[in-house]
């Protein structure tokens, strides 16, 4: 089984997605992605089919895939792209254009048949290479896109003034100019439309800028001596040794093994304020060091750096088709055949029915096939999702896939853990309290805290780290409870949480319990700052009518103090994982909820939650299994993720109303003869421009 990113060129709507996706399923392809914006086609190929056969069954349909390892066809440099084949089209339309003023041009050589169709065949043969081969595979793989329609309309202009050419010999059968038309403005707004929509992803484009940079590697000569020399970062593997210097951008993930510095992580986080990073200290690759000078290791490389994983996670979120989108697509893949048979129905109709000049009427049918627009449809969705992703991730705030972005904008009450996500996680002693020598009891505690990874175990070490350490002669974790120890004259120690005093029939409420020999000895209370913004965030949700509560494993009467500082009025204090889990689902029974928490101890109620919601600064275990991941700026972002879900989703309601409005309308006019078939592919290609517009006002636009 193999996982297969690729970039395929040439797709410009849904239906062209639709292609694509219908193949590879065709062909045994698993979990297939396609992003028409930005390209990227992602499935798995469990079995083993070979790639080669389906790079050119996907070069068949008309698009090319740009994956550099898998030798893809390159692009010509000559007309290769939108813009340039426009500027090409150009001023053979614009000489055609004027054969419709030419009684007030003294140019009488404008309105001859031969040079009309001189002018005219560069533009049809480029529009008909480029439209018409599309068109017609996309015919054979069962779902016509919308070069059908502009090659349909494009080569019936042209074979009616050939008729009129060499049939009738009368001008006033020669619709060159309209061919021409079509095929010029339907390159302009593909051009406008990528130009638009490539801003869509730049701040993507900013993170994948900053995967490949030079680091300086550090290795050791035959004498032991330090050598430094440049690598390119995508040659450096776990283990590797760096050097980075003020002003250096942090090459890759990596852990600071000397000196200090001050990195700022604007890439990951959006924020601009520098953050102190010292010895032991976790480094993000793309974010920049601005001062100090540091030595590191690298502790990961490839996909399983962080920034690769927001980038995948962000990918694969906008390829991804949330419920909305399912209607349009549904409507896209029958589109094309409808219009066709709306364009026959109207060349009867006004032909036939209202007696309308055969010309005219067959201009009505172009009209109708050109103005039509199955794009405007298909984007809707992925342009406005395409623009609420990258903003989130600009800011920091990285949804897992577009579902969980749908999901947040319903979002009634949020439930936040307590510790390290309304606190910051970082204990201190707050009071202690000794029923033996002071030195010999902070020895003690600090002797074996050293060997627990709890955040308070880490908080009481760092604060007694001048205490003499005692080697102990055996030591062990007793699971929820705490560390016990034995030391070399037999004494038996052991450091806690209530649960264990509560063995020794001890009823007084602290932290931390120090026990000899089934002896009390001693006790220490800790406190947890309350993270700067929290109450401001909380405030942010009370005043929007969003519910707030709070569950911790922590007392009841410390869980009071917080909830009553931050104005919680409800909180659920004393829960283990199992009754976390439990509580987040009769929550959600209610009305759907969104649970914050740190990623690892509260997994099981993330998972229940309608979405969950991490803040573990970016780890890894964080971006696989969140729904959301708030990076290294607290609970900062959090309105302005709900902010973003809500928003996106007004966005694409109101492109689907474009789009369904746009064709509901256009086509009617156009079957009247209201509008010219070279007004109408004005009109087409500018009404994917609008939606392009639409979803870019999400970039700027207030959502909290």
Not at 121 to 127: A, R, S, T, Y
Not at 452 to 471: D, L, Y
Not at 529 to 539: L, S
Request: charged share 20%; with cysteine.
């Amino acid at each position: 089984m193999e996982k297969i990113n690729w970039e395929v060129a040439g797709m410009t709507c849904s239906n062209c997605a639709l292609s694509v996706t219908k193949y590879l399923e065709k062909e045994g392809m698993q979990e297939v992605a396609v992003n028409p914006i930005s390209g990227k086609v992602t499935f798995v190929n469990q079995t083993e089919v070979d790639i080669d056969k389906l790079q050119k069954g996907i070069a068949h349909l008309g698009y090319k895939v740009l994956d550099e390892k898998l030798n893809s066809i390159p692009q010509k440099k000559w007309l290769s792209n939108n813009k340039q084949r426009f500027l090409f089209t150009l001023p053979f339309t614009l000489v055609l254009m004027l054969h419709m003023i030419h009684h007030w041009l003294p140019i009488h050589l404008l309105a001859n048949p031969w040079f009309q169709l001189i002018m005219c065949l560069p533009v049809f043969f480029l529009g008909m290479y480029y439209f018409g081969r599309s068109g017609l595979k996309s015919l054979t793989s069962g779902i016509p896109n919308m070069n059908v329609l502009i090659s349909l309309g494009a080569l019936v202009a042209f074979v009616y003034s050939l008729v009129g050419m060499f049939y009738y010999h009368n001008s006033d059968y020669l619709f060159f100019e309209t061919s021409a038309s079509i095929i010029t403005l339907v390159f302009l707004g593909n051009y406008l439309e990528e130009a638009t929509m490539q801003s869509t992803q730049k701040s993507l484009g900013t993170l994948m800028k900053s995967q490949k940079v030079m680091a300086n590697m550090i290795a050791f000569d035959a004498d032991h001596q330090e050598q430094i020399f440049p690598i390119e970062n995508s040659q450096l593997r776990t283990g590797d040794l760096i050097l980075i210097k003020t002003g250096e951008q942090i090459p890759i993930d990596c852990k600071i093994l000397w000196g200090d510095c001050s990195v700022n992580e604007a890439i990951i986080t959006g924020e601009s304020i520098p953050l102190s990073k010292t010895k032991k200290d976790f480094l993000i690759g793309g974010s920049v060091l601005e001062s100090g000078t540091v030595k590191a290791q690298v502790t990961a490389t490839g996909n399983e750096t962080v920034l690769s994983g927001i980038l995948k996670m962000v990918q694969s979120a906008q390829a991804e088709k949330p419920p909305m989108q399912k209607l349009a697509d549904k409507i896209s893949a029958v589109f094309v055949p409808v219009i066709i048979a709306i364009s026959m129905l109207t060349f009867f109709l006004n032909y036939i029915v209202f007696d309308i000049a055969f010309d005219h009427s067959l201009m009505r049918a172009i009209a109708v096939l050109v103005i039509s627009c199955p794009c405007a449809m298909g984007l809707a969705t992925p342009a406005a999702i395409s623009v609420g992703l990258g903003r989130a991730a600009k800011k920091g705030i990285v949804f897992r896939n577009a579902s969980s972005l749908e999901s947040f904008k319903k979002i009634k009450q949020i439930v936040f853990d307590k510790t390290g996500t309304l606190t910051t996680g970082n204990f201190s002693i707050k009071n202690y309290k000794s029923f033996i020598d002071d030195l010999t009891f902070k020895a003690v505690v600090y002797s074996i805290e050293k060997y627990s990874n709890h955040p308070i175990a880490k908080g009481i070490v760092k604060e007694w780290s001048s205490s003499t350490f005692i080697n102990w002669k055996k030591i062990e974790e007793i699971k929820g409870l705490g560390v016990k120890a034995e030391d070399a004259a037999g004494n038996i120690f052991e450091v806690g949480s209530l649960s264990l005093l509560k063995q020794k029939n001890h009823e007084e409420l602290h932290n931390i319990y120090v026990i000899k020999n089934g002896e009390w000895i001693g006790w220490i209370d800790v406190k947890d700052e309350i993270r700067p913004e929290a109450k401001e965030v909380i405030q942010w949700f009370n005043k929007n009518n969003i519910k707030t509560i709070m569950l911790t494993g922590d007392l009841k009467e410390k869980a009071t103090l917080v909830a009553d500082e931050l104005g919680i009025k409800e909180f659920y204090a004393e829960q283990s994982p199992a009754q976390k889990m439990d509580t987040i689902n009769t929550l959600n029974q209610i009305t759907p909820t969104a649970m914050v928490g740190d990623g690892i101890n509260d997994a099981p109620a993330l998972a229940k939650a309608t979405v969950g919601i991490s803040l573990s600064d970016a780890s890894q275990l964080a971006l696989q299994h969140a729904d959301i991941v708030l990076m290294n700026q607290g609970l900062t972002n959090l309105p302005l993720g709900l902010g973003l879900g809500r928003h996106t989703f007004i966005t694409i309601k109101q492109n689907l109303f474009w789009a369904f409005a746009y064709n509901i309308f256009a086509v009617p006019i156009a079957s009247v003869g209201l509008l010219t078939p070279t007004f109408s592919a004005l009109a087409m290609g500018f009404s994917d421009v609008m939606l392009a517009v639409i979803s870019l006002h999400l970039f700027i636009k207030k959502v909290v």
